[in-house]
């Protein structure tokens, strides 16, 4: 039929796999908190990249669209729940180059907690509908709280962008406020990192080396190539959140303005089902700061209460365990990766909650 697209028959030792109604949710969902519990455990400064070994490559990771990429589950729905998390981080590294983990953790909340109140009885259409205004007040809230960056509000987002690593984050600054062509290139020495400048590839025809234009290169070393892999996604990040700190300005860091966010849509729920969904995203605004604290040795619940207790006007700092005044202790956020990452984590788990059927093709699982 014109318009419809066709798909080829899945080969002799792939397993399709349809399920339905409830059983479909639970499946995705299953899926989802694999991958989010990978993601959540290295979530902050207090905790070190995954390692990942394939055959003779060692890989470490720290960025949270390619921890999610390194699994793989066996039951197909349960796998087709993982990738749709992998999406939700592909499509924030797209646009923000940061927030991978932040987006995968937050949709995983959604979702779950949408599905409680499908399960309950709520009609899937109302929550998503609720979802969806809930994430319009919260995106609103979120550019209230901002502010513009200054020099020193960008060290702070592109130290924390790198894991807490402050010569990083310097040379991150340096390079973007430099406002040359830029590129993070790895290497392996035992140098560190530094800046290096070389002529742009400007194709044929191009001018002379002397008079091309300079690309300033971030060189992410490392004394193996795993060290110098995991510093330069560190490095790329750091410059991701440079730049969209100088383009949106910054929030307060460490959940505090997802927090804040979560504040605004409490009085204002409503009834009946939409306000499961309004709900399901208000209470899933919190995951940053409790898997912070889970990962600082903190108990999340206790966390989020004493920080809303004291008016939201200090943060967790994951290295002290101590609540801080977010701008002098350099725990600032872009805003802008915090709106993306919200967006695509709100958006899918929407279209999620209102599907009745999941078709998954998968490779026959071998025991």
Request: net charge neutral.
């Amino acid at each position: 039929m014109s318009g419809t697209p066709t798909r080829e028959a899945p080969a002799r030792d792939e397993v399709v796999r349809i399920s339905r109604g409830h059983e479909h949710r639970i499946l995705l969902m299953s899926g989802m908190k694999q991958i989010a519990r990978a993601v959540g455990s290295g979530f902050g400064p207090r905790r070190g990249p995954a390692l990942e070994g394939r055959g003779q490559e060692v890989m470490l990771l720290r960025d949270g669209a390619a921890i999610a990429a390194a699994l793989v589950l066996d039951e197909p729905v349960e796998e087709l729940g993982a990738e749709i998390l992998r999406a939700v981080g592909r499509g924030v590294a797209a646009e923000a180059g940061d927030g991978t983990s932040t987006a995968i953790l937050l949709a995983d909340q959604v979702y779950r907690r949408a599905v409680r109140a499908i399960t309950a009885g709520a009609e899937p259409q109302e929550v998503g509908r609720g979802m969806v205004l809930a994430t319009q007040l919260a995106l609103v809230a979120l550019v209230e709280q901002t502010r513009t960056a200054t020099e020193p509000d960008l060290l702070a987002v592109a130290t924390l962008a790198a894991g807490g690593d402050r010569s990083l984050g310097e040379l991150a600054v340096k390079a973007v406020l430099q406002g040359a062509d830029l590129a993070v290139v790895a290497r392996e020495d035992t140098l560190g990192d530094r800046l290096g400048r070389r002529p742009r590839d400007t194709g044929a025809g191009a001018p002379p080396s002397s008079e091309a234009p300079e690309r300033v290169v971030i060189l992410a070393g490392g004394a193996t190539a795993a060290e110098a892999s995991r510093r330069k996604v560190l490095a790329e990040k750091a410059v991701a959140a440079v730049v969209a700190a100088r383009s949106r300005g910054v929030v307060a860091g460490g959940g505090l303005a997802y927090l804040r966010a979560a504040g605004e849509l409490a009085s204002m729920a409503g009834a009946g089902d939409r306000a499961e969904g309004w709900n399901a995203v208000r209470r899933a605004l919190e995951q940053p700061l409790r898997q912070l604290a889970a990962n600082a040795g903190e108990v999340p619940r206790r966390a989020v209460d004493v920080v809303t207790e004291g008016g939201c006007n200090r943060c967790l700092d994951a290295f002290t365990g101590a609540l801080v005044e977010p701008t002098a202790a350099g725990i600032l956020d872009a805003v802008g990766t915090l709106e993306t990452a919200l967006r695509h984590a709100a958006s899918l788990a929407r279209l999620l909650a209102c599907c009745e059927v999941a078709i998954a093709i998968g490779a026959e699982t071998r025991r």
